[in-house]
């Protein structure tokens, strides 16, 4: 039976501080019994001498420095796993919600998880096709990858992740898959929105949500994506399963972070955000992956909401040096009605160049690629320029370019949330596409590739 | 030895009383588990300690034990081809020894203990050698030779040395010392990470280190034994140009030093760099690289000694003559380690946070650079060159650990999200860059690359500058306002940007260009300003000029194999001068 302490001698925010205590280890797990029976979760943040300084990951509302008792558990934060987990709907700390039984687990595991040994990784590079020209054709999604999507507030993301949860699938193979979505101080009604999603596809049996809600206390979200990552590693290195993570929405997980460290008086970095954030949410992101020698892997699409639309704010701008890429989503696109905006040109997939070619997609895959790209970012210069000087100012090829990149948006991007298009499909529009302009312009695709798909419908 | 107690644990900061017999620096191993730190204070009798494994579960009370010495690398065969962690722990052996992930207090040597060499001598018995003759050889990979020198600081009488086949920690000889102690050769020494190898004296660098990449080599260079940064946002090119540096730089050896960064770049580095050839050598890149890998869900302390783990292996392999380059991405993630630590520590904290010794700290790690007179009889010459990529937050150059590697670095190759948007890669920004070498180096390229180099190198530059000014203008009001030449002027230097600069590291051609065809490019489209220049003032259209069929065979120049170069420069240039002469009598027909 673990000592039980009545010596908490300040509650602060989410910290609280005991004293006297004896044997109390780093980052361990506690618990505070209330004077009415009510338990809450804890950890330990620093030990100094006899004196533990205690975060909590449920409301302090009730805790009392005279009678309510706490008790060190001598472990850390563990998940209980089970295959039964899925289908399940759980709380931000891992406990059902849904009324259903207890998960009976099949083995226990910290969920801080345990750093993969890059030796051991195995390269991601198997074509997953989401369906989404954007981002198939320009920024592809690779199995394994870590893939966030760059919104802001009114934007559409949750359409987009629920459209390449709904439409992803790695062609040719019929593998067990399971999605696991972790739900951060998001609204009841967006959380609602991937629930309806899911349930329509039937893939609702083989989820599982980890859900705080707007409503729920901020600070258990520092744990809920780790639950989330924790069940996911368990289904992919230990059931085989090709796993898909949603994590949403990452800024409220970094503000629930900002909270800790300002009660704790913490040198702030840049905005307030703590100096190791940047540390702090590798440890989530790297959870991604695949490994040498086990067929599963992980998928993670973490979804945030660029505060202010600025891409340079602390949480996307370490976001995207831990991830590999990033689909960002538009506001002047969305306005114009093109959905899914993503805004390709500072988007990004830096896994794409292995999955993508001959044998994966198709052989014109990177040519046109490169060639579509550049032949917007051309496009949308010479429309600047249109708005300023006019159309008159504008040679014919750069007017040819001009009607190329309106196109572009209208056809290539704007494939609505409905529409499922394969990878041939894209190729086929980005070569309809390319068609305005003449071959010459072409610079940066083979001859033996426009010989064979230049002018050809 | 002396043992503590731990009473405080903050992370990877852990506070241990008890140590008054303890160095500063010392490593020792915390805790039951045995986690292994530094001793980064002392105050007292209590040393606060950096540990490089995750801290979570200790509790105070376990004990503390110094091992009394530095944090130290083991040198020497069976470091090529390896990848190591932060202190040098073999990454490969551990996942064979516990599986795909890494857990905490693996104890297990940094070489192999059971991997047999063969050692041939090449000094006789009885030789007076000093710190860093070379006593022998061995053939590590098909490339390396793996020279093993007398241990720096020391000097004697060569008692005994014998071929054969070693292990590394097997006597191979052994040497009488000038003060007349006995001391065993073997094939490994050991060398504390934060002082750096000793050397005779440092040259100046006066010989590129040739990347292959045309931006580099032909606008901002980087001489052997000199250092560059590569600052710049996410997403544009970072990675992938420390990648293609580290594929093609004409270096001997390389040291890759992943510190903070996404574990599958690692692992990327690790399938592809065997399937690689050297074109120098024609053998696989891997069997020169040596990896450093901190991924950024590693221990955050380890971070911080990654990069003088890397560095001080790096300095080893120049010790024996060799040019070495040293990659190190990225810096910043190493800077923030540091910053960790101090706030932990609860030091005062300088510009957003970084302790006030940044500076001074990363002045030292790249003052480690250099070409050198190596220890020895020999006086042979090594170079290190190291390559550090900053991740300003934003891309905002003016933080504090840009600004810090500025002021040391001779060449800065400044990253652009706005190329990179255009998909121009490299998107190394041809205003804001520069190379401090370009002048030094001019005279070598001159000799030995073509003697109109630097003639062609500051014609480039001149069109590329007055493009971004010409730019201004037309978007202000429009192309067609330009002039003739204005507007030939800028045509140019669009053929400079993506005939020339523009580089795909992905395409098996392009990704390496040897100097020779760099030369036949830049004189290409160099040749087509000069001679279109004269068509139009004699009188052809400047629409004509810009259309001209051989401008796309120009672009297609940097696909052409190395071994057909000097023809198909041959033939487009004559069919150029051909073009514009008609383009001539087509006006004059009028």
Known sequence: MPKEYRTIQEVAGPLMLVREVEGVAYNELGEIELANGEKRRCRVLEVDGSNALVQLFESATGINLANSKVRFLGRQMELGLSPDMLGRVFDGLGRPIDGGPEIIPEKRADVNGVPMNPAARSYPQEFIQTGVSAIDGLNTLVRGQKLPIFSASGLPHAELAAQIARQSKVRGANEQFAVVFAAMGITFEESNFFVESFRSTGALDRTVMFSNLANDPAIERIATPKMALTAAEYLAFDKGMHVLVILTDI???????????????????????????????????????????????????????????????????????????????????????????????????????????????????????????????????????????????????????????????????????????????TLDIGWKLLSILPRSELKRISDELLDQYYGKE | ??????????????????????????????????????????????????????????????????????????????????????????????????????????????????????????????????????????????????????????????????????????????????????????????????????????????????????????????????????????????????????????????????????????????????????????????????????TSDMPVAAREASIYTGITIAEYFRDMGYSVALMADSTSRWAEALREMSGRLEEMPGEEGYPAYLASRLAQFYERAGRVISLGSDKREGALSVIGAVSPPGGDISEPVSQATLRIVKVFWGLDSALAYKRHFPAINWLTSYSLYADSLGKWFNANAGEDWTKLRAEMMKLLSEEAALDEIVKLVGMDALSAPDRLKMEAARSIREDFLHQLAFHEIDTYSSLNKQLCMMRLVTQFYDDALAALEQGAAIDDIVTLPVREAIGRFKYIKEENVNAEYAAISAELKKQLADAVDRKEAF
């Not at chain 1, 909270?259 to 440890?283: F, H, N, Q």
């Not at chain 1, 997939?349 to 997609?361: A, C, N, V, Y």
């Not at chain 2, 130290?72 to 795909?100: A, H």
């Not at chain 2, 730089?249 to 996404?262: L, M, Q, T």
């Open chain 2, 1 to 294: 030895m002396s043992t503590g107690v731990i009473t405080k644990i903050s992370g990877p900061l852990v506070v241990a009383s008890g140590m008054r017999d303890a160095n500063m620096f010392d490593v020792v191993r915390v805790s039951n588990s045995r986690l292994i730190g530094e001793i980064i204070e002392m105050r007292g009798d209590r040393a606060s300690i950096q540990v490089y494994e995750e801290t979570s579960g200790i509790g105070t009370g376990e004990p503390v034990e110094s091992t009394e010495e530095p944090l130290s690398v083991e040198l020497g065969p069976g470091l090529i081809q390896g990848i190591f962690d932060g202190i040098q722990r073999p990454l490969n052996v551990i996942r064979d020894m516990v599986g795909n992930n890494l857990t905490r207090g693996i104890e297990v040597p940094a070489l192999s203990r059971d991997a047999v060499w063969h050692f041939t001598p090449c000094v006789e018995i009885g030789t007076h050698v000093t710190g860093g003759d070379i006593l022998g050889t061995v053939e590590e990979t098909d490339i390396v030779t793996h020279k093993i020198m007398v241990p720096p600081l020391l000097s004697g009488t060569v008692r005994s040395l014998y071929e054969g086949d070693y292990k590394v920690t097997d006597k191979i000889g052994e040497l009488v010392t000038d003060k007349g102690e006995e001391y065993p050769i073997k094939l490994m020494q050991k060398w504390p990470v934060r002082k750096g190898r000793p050397y005779a004296n440092k040259l100046s660098p006066d010989v590129p280190l040739v990347t292959g990449q045309r931006v580099v080599d032909a606008l901002f260079p980087i001489a052997k034994g000199g250092v560059a940064a590569i600052p710049g946002p996410f997403g544009s090119g970072k990675t992938v140009t420390q990648h293609q540096l580290a594929k093609w730089a004409e270096a001997d050896i390389v040291v890759y030093i992943g510190c903070g960064e996404r574990g599958n770049e690692m692992t990327d580095v690790l399938n592809e760099f065997p399937e690689l050839i050297d074109p120098h050598t024609g053998k696989s890149l891997m069997e020169r690289t040596v990896l450093i890998a901190n």
């Open chain 1, 251 to 425: 800024t409220n997980y970094a503000d629930a972070l900002r909270e800790v460290s300002a009660a704790r008086k913490e040198v702030p970095g840049r905005r307030g955000y703590p100096g190791y954030m940047y540390t702090d949410l590798a440890s989530i992101y790297e959870r991604a992956g695949r490994q040498n020698g086990k067929t599963g892997s992980i998928t993670m699409i973490p979804i945030l909401t660029m505060p202010e639309d600025d891409k340079t704010h602390p949480i996307p701008d370490l976001t995207g040096y831990i991830t590999e890429g990033q689909i960002i989503l538009s506001r002047e696109l969305y306005r114009k009605g093109v959905n899914p905006p993503v805004d390709v040109l500072p988007s990004l997939s830096r896994l794409k160049d292995k999955g993508i070619g001959e044998g994966k997609t198709r052989k014109d895959h990177s040519n046109t690629m490169n060639q579509l790209f550049s032949a917007y970012a051309r496009g949308k210069d010479a429309k600047e320029l249109m708005v300023i000087l006019g159309e008159a100012a504008l040679t014919d090829i750069d007017k040819l370019y001009a009607k190329f990149a309106d196109e572009f948006e209208k056809v290539y991007v704007s494939q609505g949330f409905e529409t499922n298009r394969s990878i041939e499909e």
